[in-house]
């Protein structure tokens, strides 16, 4: 953007001005973006969004064997951990399978043609579900769209049931695989107490002691610690069993299934708990940034790179926590082994002592009693479980029933046509902003007249419709009347002058200013010949509504004088057009013609007028240039770039033709620029007993402006 004159950057006004003046290509661009983001909103497949709202809680506790049933552990990645098990295999398989996916998305998108279930999965969570979380609640929304409002809702409801038949299956499997366990357990010890039973039986026989108190107490010290270390074995094979029980229910569950039992209760190992959480952190990193970057980005294969490695630590260390179980349970196992030896050395003690004879009868009877406590405990214990087992462990509630939409949530028409307008709105004030950028054209007064080092004469504002003409004394003509007030100061008083109007370039509105001209000085008094010179496309016979023939190119001929071939027009100027159609044009052939002709015009008129052809492309306007007492050169607005302009003054400069001034043509007002001063000026003085008026040659009274710089450039000849 151009500086404002007199200082030394853009400005808010230059800027505002700015966007004025290239008003028309900001809607344009706007009204195109708006359009085009319409047309695509409209083509584009709409989809239908259903939501399923389900609250999920944590369970306080899982059953365990032979673990303290109020163990708890609290989890602040627990609805993570859920919006993974949601949108795993685990739970979509079962719901592709449960509506047909398969077959309804391949009906629509495959061409009839069923999908895999792996590519119905993708499609399912990369296209379809998409659950999201309310902050800081434990309620989740499981967000379904499809093109089919009715499909939408159908797989929103099967998520929210197949999770919730999951999550209680969840609750209870561990329960039910334990309480299968114990009474394998349990069937086991009865059939070694009947056993045992039997063996009692059987020394009672053999050893003739038939009537001893089985339930006896002895007060002998050995007996009393055989029971103890019996006491001890018992509570080590228990022990021993729980150990063996979780070491073999681990061993089986598969190693990429491992994971997902990190923040349950069966590992509770807080090295495993942070490694899993870092691994779901990178997980979501990674999938965040696949859906922004490329395969090859750096920061996507670093991303890759460093949830493999988390990956890698966490499976070494669930494989060194089965390790650490299996070790666990073999430790166990060696105290049983070891204190079976020793009770075993200790038997072979009392045996061989004084009363050898009734040890064996005693020690069978003290471990029938053991096994009969074991299988009491055994039982208790079958029964609390199958107790707590009764109890819901439904740690999930479906708080609504997704219904089919009846409006499509995408494609958003507000939202799209917001940001279009934001966008168009951005795009219109760039594209203008870089055409004022790139545009080479004179941007003000300032910089015409240091450019050119020629002043600016008169500013015309601009008109929709330039051939209309106005009334010398009318509001719309003062600018006609300031630039005849300055070319009047400008020439020597009193002579007649012979001037050529020329221009860069065609179709600057040269012919139309020029009528006009002429028409406010001869308003004012003053005898004015207006001469169209633009024998190859003249226009002043068509703007005055006469013949173009006879005219300029017939006097030059000698088919006949100039006073026969002027014409006077309804306004009462006098007019010589350019003539009859042919291949004449302005060569230096006609120039001396032309010096005579001009020679007698100035002995009848004080004004002789050259509408010229455009100077560049055409040597008519140098033959006029270099024939006539002065030049003005006509410059329209933002037309044509400086340097087109500053060659057309060089070639009149070429031929020594003196340039009296510039004329600014077709201005339009409230751009900013110090245009503005000129054209919100005409508008001030020309009110009714606003303007100020002075004297001209013919005794009329005429407008005039005040020039602030009379200097030696305004009277130049």
Not at 313 to 320: S, Y
Not at 379 to 391: M, W, Y
Not at 444 to 471: C, H, M, W, Y
Request: glycine fraction near 6%; hydrophobic fraction near 40%; aromatic fraction near 6%.
């Amino acid at each position: 953007m151009a500086p404002s004159s007199g200082h030394g950057s853009a400005t808010l006004t230059d800027f505002v001005g700015l966007l004025r003046l290239r008003l028309a290509l900001v809607l344009l661009v706007f009204g195109l973006v708006l359009i085009t983001t319409a047309g695509v909103t409209a083509l584009l497949p709409k989809w239908y969004l259903a939501t399923a709202k389900i609250r999920v809680e944590k369970p306080e506790s899982e059953v365990k064997l032979f673990q303290n049933q109020n163990s708890s552990y609290y989890d602040p990645y627990f609805i993570q951990d859920q919006f993974e098990i949601l949108q795993s295999e685990k739970i979509l398989y079962r719901v592709i399978e449960n509506l047909k996916l398969n077959d309804a998305l391949g009906r629509a998108l495959n061409d009839g043609q069923p999908w895999p279930s792996a590519i119905t999965y993708q499609y399912l969570t990369r296209k379809m579900f998409t659950p999201e979380s309310r902050r800081a609640t434990s309620l989740i929304e499981l967000n379904v769209q499809a093109r089919d409002p009715q499909l939408a809702a159908a797989i929103a409801n099967e998520i929210a049931r197949v999770y919730s038949a999951d999550r209680v299956d969840l609750a209870t499997s561990e329960q039910r695989e334990g309480l299968a366990k114990l009474r394998g357990e349990l069937e086991k010890q009865e059939q070694v107490v009947v056993a045992q039973r039997d063996h009692v039986e059987k020394l009672r026989k053999d050893l003739d002691i038939s009537g001893v108190d089985l339930n006896q107490r002895y007060s002998d010290m050995e007996i009393e610690r055989l029971r103890q270390m019996q006491n001890s074995l018992i509570a080590l094979r228990v022990d021993a069993i729980g150990r063996k029980t979780r070491w073999e229910r681990f061993r089986t569950i598969a190693v990429a299934d491992r994971r997902n039992l990190v923040n349950s209760e069966l590992i509770s190992d807080p090295n495993i708990q942070n490694l899993l959480q870092a691994y779901l952190v990178a997980d979501q990193n990674l999938t965040r940034l696949k859906g922004r970057l490329g395969e090859a980005h750096p920061d996507l294969i670093s991303a890759v790179d460093a949830r493999a490695k988390i990956q890698e630590q966490l499976d070494r260390q669930l494989a060194g926590y089965e390790t650490s179980l299996e070790m666990a349970f073999k430790e166990s196992e060696a105290r049983v082994i070891e204190l079976e030896r020793q009770l075993a050395q200790a038997k072979v003690d009392q045996i061989l002592s004084a009363r050898e004879r009734m040890r064996p009868f005693e020690e069978a009877a003290s471990k029938l009693e053991d096994e009969q406590r074991l299988l009491t405990t055994l039982k208790l214990t079958l029964r609390q479980r199958e107790i707590d087992f009764q109890v819901p462990k439904k740690t999930i509630e479906i708080l609504n029933v997704a219904e089919a939409p009846r409006y499509p949530s995408k494609p958003n028409w507000s939202l799209n046509l917001l940001f279009a307008a934001v966008f168009g709105l951005i795009l219109g004030v760039g594209a203008a902003v870089l055409v004022e950028f790139f545009d080479t054209s004179f941007r003000n007064v300032a910089d015409v007249e240091s450019k050119l080092s020629l002043p600016v004469l008169g500013v015309i504002p601009f008109q929709r419709t330039p051939e209309q003409r106005f009334e010398p004394g009318s509001p719309e003509g003062e600018p006609f009347r300031v630039l005849q007030t300055n070319l009047n100061l400008a020439l020597r008083a009193g002579q007649p002058v012979a001037l050529s109007i020329f221009s860069a370039g065609p179709g600057e509105g040269k012919s139309t200013t020029l009528r006009q001209l002429a028409l406010s000085m001869a308003a004012a008094g003053e005898k004015v010949l207006l001469i169209d010179s633009d024998v190859r496309r003249p226009t002043q016979h068509r703007l005055a509504a006469v013949d173009r023939a006879p005219g300029l190119t017939d006097v030059l001929l000698n088919r006949g004088t100039w006073a026969d071939c002027v014409k006077r027009d309804a306004s009462g100027l006098d007019l010589l057009t350019a003539g009859t159609p042919g291949s004449v044009t302005l060569s230096l052939l006609y120039a001396n013609k032309l010096r005579e002709l001009v020679a007698e015009f100035k002995g009848r008129y004080d004004k002789i007028l050259f509408d010229s052809p455009p100077i560049i492309g055409v040597s008519d306007a140098s033959v006029l240039a270099s024939i006539t007492d002065g030049t003005v050169l006509l410059i329209q607005h933002r037309r044509n770039p400086a340097s087109m302009v500053q060659r057309a003054k060089q070639i009149v400069d070429s031929v020594k033709a003196p340039i009296i001034g510039v004329v600014l043509n077709q201005v339009p007002t409230g751009t900013g620029e110090d245009y503005g001063y000129y054209t919100a000026n005409y508008s001030y003085y020309s009110h009714e007993g606003g303007g100020k008026k002075t004297r001209e040659a013919g005794g009329r009274a005429v407008d005039q402006i005040e020039l602030s710089e009379p200097d030696d450039r305004m009277k130049r000849t």
